[in-house]
């Protein structure tokens, strides 16, 4: 499901002229935690892991960025996002795949310790289905 659009600028352009890798990172992160939240009733995320991060094109100045997301995995008190991020270009509808990863997040009481988590059934669903155009379920 598509989770947020983001435009880059020109301060988050590294030395090579393209979008610094973590920065992008840090937007990754920001989609999982805000999945998280859309589908459970938990107040608390935080990040446990992030697999491998593979960076398939770079990002330039001006160009939109779409972050969908899916659930890989449903634990007790966890659950594991997979990320998948498109630069979207409006005038052509035009996409192209830039990176991917899995995030795996747990929620936590206000003390930090995990805690059950209290599952959206509802959103869930929409989480579990294809992206479109995809038909793959990523």
């Not at 983001?6 to 393209?18: C, F, N, R, S, W």
């Not at 990040?47 to 593979?54: A, D, G, H, I, R």
């Not at 830039?98 to 310790?113: C, I, L, P, R």
């Given at each position: 499901?598509?989770?947020?659009r ?13 979008l ?7 937007r ?14 938990n107040?608390r995320?935080v ?8 960076f ?5 100045p ?7 997301a ?19 270009a ?6 192209r ?17 995990s ?15 294809p992206r ?7």
């Open positions: 499901m598509l989770i947020s983001d435009q880059v600028l020109d301060p988050d352009i590294g030395l090579h002229g393209a610094f890798g973590g920065g992008m990172m840090a990754m992160d920001k989609v999982a935690a805000i999945t998280a939240s859309l589908l459970s009733r107040r995320f990040t446990l892991k992030v697999s491998e991060l593979v398939h094109s770079p990002v330039h001006g160009e939109i960025l779409e972050f969908h899916a659930v890989a995995h449903q634990g007790r008190t966890s659950m594991a996002i997979q990320i998948e991020v498109q630069v979207y409006p005038v052509t509808d035009v996409r795949d830039v990176t991917s990863g899995e995030f795996v997040m747990v929620a936590v009481d206000e003390a930090g310790h805690e059950a988590i209290l599952w959206k059934q509802e959103a869930l669903r929409s989480a579990s289905a479109p155009g995809r038909g793959d379920g990523a």
